[in-house]
């Protein structure tokens, strides 16, 4: 598996664009699979997950072709093979988005249970809890769901938690369910908005997306549609915190300010300089910073997807911080990694406390999942001397051309190809 090297202590100064939003696009390549044509998505990250969506389109029937390298043309005219239980679908949790997109065109789905990170138990009961209000039958055995229905009948369901993909898979079913199904307690994560819109560029009629309660018109029949997709809130918030920890100078561009709301009330907090543009965040950290407490919670809270990456920042932060972790169960095991750069954070249950040290010092750490890699390089950048970080799979599930773009800030960072 292939390695980072990064050699620390460079200040990162430039601009860095921000790519397509993968939350969004692993929900949204497989809602292209409801429309009886063709869909062109654009703005498309160059990721891993992409491309293992891409292979199980194609498995079951439909095909995918690259117009360019962030715009892709997904044709589901079909008919498709409702049976999704081959390795790739193994591989990822956003699988489970085949169950809602297969059982509201056919009325019935076989998907392989998902894979994906590994913190803390990754349950779907309240997907399926949605689906059986809406009229389906679910069977769970062997590592492999099946749903079906005669038809799909509109309801109002009320969700037991805020839940980003079951909120999605829902939303999935009762777009081509009869009648009218409201989602109450939904997400409100940008990506479930992104979602929405592209069905209701495809024809389904849904409103109310991006609050709490969703409410969704049936309809029979979707048609392809031409979508770009969100730009990455969690990728941006990233370079944003990249930025911070080398004391630089960056411009982020390609966003949306007001989805980056709560990391840049927090960077702000511990002294940094935030100036928002249109489609830009501009972060200036030019003095000491110091700690201050986070508590991740549902959009518009601070997301979850950005607690490894800023626990990097607080622990090189003047004093003690502390992070809760609302969301997951157990989302620390980046904070092993952590202390062999040098971190003095203790867990306790739900929460971390960081005490500030002057400056992390190079070794060789693992990413344990997607944004705990993500959290090693920030460290890495900051650390004095040379940080190597295997496990850079994870890390290319959701970043895409790290290297490349933080190369292009100052960073000192290659990749060692290591065969598997
Ligand atoms: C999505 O996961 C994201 N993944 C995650 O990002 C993100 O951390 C999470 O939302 C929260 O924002 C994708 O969008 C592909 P949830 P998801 O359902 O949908 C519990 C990343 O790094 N729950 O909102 O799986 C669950 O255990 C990834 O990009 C149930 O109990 O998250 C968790 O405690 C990591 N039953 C909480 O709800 C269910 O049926 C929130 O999970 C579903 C979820």
């Not at 589901?76 to 997109?101: H, I, N, Q, W």
């Amino acid at each position: 598996m292939d390695k980072l090297i990064v050699k620390g202590r460079k200040r990162l100064a430039g601009e860095v664009n921000i790519s397509g939003a993968k939350n969004a696009v692993v929900a949204i390549i497989p809602a292209a699979i409801m429309a009886e044509g063709a869909s062109v998505v654009e703005n498309l990250p160059c990721i891993e997950d992409v491309s293992c969506l891409c292979k199980i389109i194609e498995k079951i029937g439909g095909t995918c072709q690259y117009i360019d390298r962030h715009t892709l043309k997904i044709d589901a005219t079909g008919p498709l093979d409702t049976c999704a239980t081959f390795d790739e679908v193994r591989k990822m949790r956003a699988s489970y988005y085949f169950l809602g997109a297969l059982l509201a065109r056919y009325k019935k789905a076989e998907v392989s249970l998902p894979g994906g990170c590994n913190f803390g138990v990754r349950p779907i009961d309240l997907h399926l809890k949605g689906f059986r209000a809406l009229g389906a039958t679910v069977i769970e055995g062997d590592g492999v769901v099946k749903v079906y229905a005669d038809k799909l009948v509109g309801t109002s369901i009320y969700m037991d938690q805020v839940s980003v993909g079951a909120t999605i898979n829902i939303m999935l079913a009762a777009t081509m369910a009869e009648g009218i199904t409201t989602i109450e307690n939904a997400a409100k994560e940008p990506h479930v908005v992104d979602t929405a819109n592209y069905l209701n560029m495809m024809g389904a009629q849904i409103k109310g997306a991006g609050t709490d309660v969703i409410r969704i018109r049936g309809v029979e029949k979707l048609h392809g549609a031409q979508y770009a997709i969100i730009p990455d809130q969690i990728e941006a918030g990233t370079y944003m915190i990249a930025a911070a920890i080398t004391g630089g100078d960056v411009l982020v561009k390609n966003i949306i300010p007001k989805h980056m709301d709560s990391l840049t009330a927090k960077l702000e907090e511990m002294g940094i300089q935030i100036e928002e543009g249109d489609d830009s965040i501009r972060v200036c950290a030019n003095h000491p910073l110091h700690g201050v407490n986070v508590k991740t919670m549902s959009y518009p809270g601070f997301p979850t997807d950005l607690h490894p990456q800023i626990v990097a920042l607080l622990s090189v932060c003047d004093g003690i911080s502390k992070i809760t972790e609302n969301v997951w169960e157990n989302r620390f095991q980046y904070v092993e990694q952590l202390c062999k750069l040098g971190a003095k954070i203790q867990v306790d249950g739900r929460v971390a406390t960081m005490e500030g040290i002057e400056k992390y010092h190079g070794a060789k750490v693992s990413a344990t999942d997607l944004r705990a890699g993500a959290a090693m390089v920030i460290a890495a950048l900051a650390a004095e001397g040379e940080t190597e970080i295997d496990g850079v799979r994870y890390i290319d599930r959701g970043y895409e051309d790290i290297e490349e773009k933080l190369g292009a800030l100052g960073a000192d960072i290659h990749r060692i190809h290591v065969a598997d």
